[in-house]
């Protein structure tokens, strides 16, 4: 919720614990052992920007967050944690939009292979450098032909035509092994298997829907944006390389806007330990200049993850506003993270920070937020308030009903199919066909001419002989027998005159 100074009221330890909303683009992070409340938790902080009239997007792994929806009830916990604060939680449902990758539990949720780029798809698809640099080169073969990459069918196009063709794209773009063509065409399967034909495609995604604030009994509310993901949860690096590819597009197409009072959108990142699982060098950089740089265009990512450890330090140094749930300590990898995790923190003589980490209950947090210097606070041990919103997940109803006052159904209901590879391919190689066969007619045409030719002159020379050779018959003979007695006797004449 909000207090009366419009800050982010979150927690309560002795004292009410705040976000400044200035700060509040210095990112985040929410950790701690499975059960520990870290969903509920995010869920009071975007329900809390959404009073803020700041619009948030979250992953939603299992559903309940969905309960944002509809107003929350009271139960004993919550009553216990009001009597706790004296504070009166105002249940209210929140403006919400679902999405849903696969189109099942919310709007279609869609990227072009083009715009999701090679090194993402690489990671989806598990390829190594060489078939990496193979499918850049298909990229840009497409790019430089103008033939847009949109969804699977293009890309499996695209490489057959270049793999058959890879002699003519060899001087321009390298070399085109059909192994490597081969193996990109058998993950491209599997991918299809998995149902990423379903979320490649047209139309995208626009990231502007994202930043919608409602009137709700007149206050303004910032849009609550959830993806389900339990399904695509299953498929971890098409997860994280999904979410990765919206936060990229909302860094890119967000201008700079400097330090505001309050940050324009909040990006919670829920399992992020699956983005870092053997990232490749350059994703892993593209990682953190994102969330270096995101935060000048007023966006604030949060990361929910199970063990802080499990975020590279680089990106961890980065997070400034921190709710740590409990953490569990069975092996000694777990308590060496929970002494690095204690020492994140700066301490509070009332209590033993690492002590404290072990002992946490639900709902109860070891918390470090940015004061208005953007210094971080010591630590606080926080009881989490509750969420206005329903806590679980609401019926399959209420999501459709969700669905239809979204107004997005007529934008992203149905997919389009335009002009692209795979089309232009098809003309091309029809066009060929027609080629080839009118090639072929023309040559069968030349032979027959030439044929005919060939018979017209073994005509015209047989006839010749058979006229030539009419002398030998019986009556050439007596013409020549007669002419030559006639030849004579004209010739004796003569001579007799002359004499
Ligand atoms: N701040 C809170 N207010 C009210 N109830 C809470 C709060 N935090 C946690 N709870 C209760 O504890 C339960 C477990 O919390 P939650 O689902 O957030 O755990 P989690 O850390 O996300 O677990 P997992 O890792 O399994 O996803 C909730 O369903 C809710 O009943
Ligand atoms: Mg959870």
Redesign the pocket.
Known sequence: MINNEEKLYVAHSDHPLIIEPKMANRHGLIA?????????????LAESFSDLGVPCFMAD??G?LSGVYKAGEL?K??AK?QDEFGVKFDFQPYPTQFFDVYGEQGHPMRVTIKDFGVMLFSRIMSLTDTQEGVLNAVFRICEDRKMPLDDLKDLRAALNYIGQNAKEFQTEYGNISSVSVGSIQRNLLALEEQGGDQFFGLPEFDINDFFSVEKINGIKKGMINILAADKLYNNPKLYSAFLMWLLTSIYNQLPEVGDMDKPKFIFFFDEAHLLFDDASKALMEQIEKVVRLIRSKGVGVYF?T?NPMDIPEDILGQLGNKIQ?ALRAFTPKDQKAIKAVAQSFRTNEKFDTEKALLELE??EALISFLDEKGAPSIVERA?????QGQ??PITAEERKQAMKESGLEKKYGETIQRESAYEILIKESERKQKEAEEQKAKAQAEKEAEKRRKEEEREARSKATSRKSSSNTWYGKALTSIARNLGNKLVNEVIKKLK
């Open positions: 701690g052992a499975t059960g520990t409340g870290k969903t509920v938790s995010l869920q009071v792994m299992k309940d139960t916990f919550i944690r929910i199970q749930h639900t709902g009881k989490m308030l509750c969420p806590i679980g």
